[in-house]
């Protein structure tokens, strides 16, 4: 399935809700994700922040947790393979129109925000997060699924 339209980029704060170890998914949003598993797409970005997380743990000392989540994650990448949406030279020019639009409207968002913002734009996908308060402000159409459910 190519985006458009009625698909879902899935934030970071969604992808790490579903990390093993992590406080259980609400049952309704846990059907809704399996029925509507081909609609979903990742985010490189969450990808780099997933892995970048990994890498913090394992340098604490957590070396087994992060095994678990490397592991989880190389999961994660290969189910999603061509799910998985990368910044081409489109979506950077994407990032930088609205990181300058947010700006000038007195914004200053983060790059990880304003890059997952433009994957979502350019592939007309709608962002699903635990922080709509990120991507509201920058035009794009977002939800919290533990709020309430997608259509």
């Known amino acids: 399935m190519k985006p458009g339209g009625s698909g879902y980029l899935i934030d970071t704060s969604i992808v790490s809700a ?5 406080p ?9 994700l399996r029925q509507n598993s081909e609609r979903l797409y ?3 970005i969450a990808v780099a922040e ?9 340098r604490a ?24 949406l990368t910044l081409d030279a489109r979506a950077c020019r994407l990032a930088g129109r609205i990181s ?11 790059f990880a925000d304003v890059a997952i913002a433009a994957l979502a734009q350019g592939a007309d996908l709608t962002i699903l997060t635990r922080n709509a308060r990120h991507f509201a402000p920058l035009g794009v159409p977002c939800s919290d699924p533990f709020e309430r459910l997608p259509d």
Do not use: M, N
Request: charged share 30%; glycine share 12%; with cysteine.
């Open 24 to 32: 259980d998914v609400p049952e309704a949003f846990a059907a809704w």
């Open 61 to 84: 000392g957590g070396t087994a947790r992060a095994r678990r989540l490397s592991g989880w994650l190389d999961g994660l990448i290969e189910r999603y393979a061509e799910r998985v």
């Open 42 to 44: 990742v985010p490189c």
């Open 100 to 110: 300058d639009e947010a700006i000038a409207a007195g914004r200053h968002p983060g």
């Open 18 to 22: 579903l990390a093993p170890d992590k």
């Open 50 to 58: 997933i892995e970048q997380g990994i890498c913090k743990l394992r």
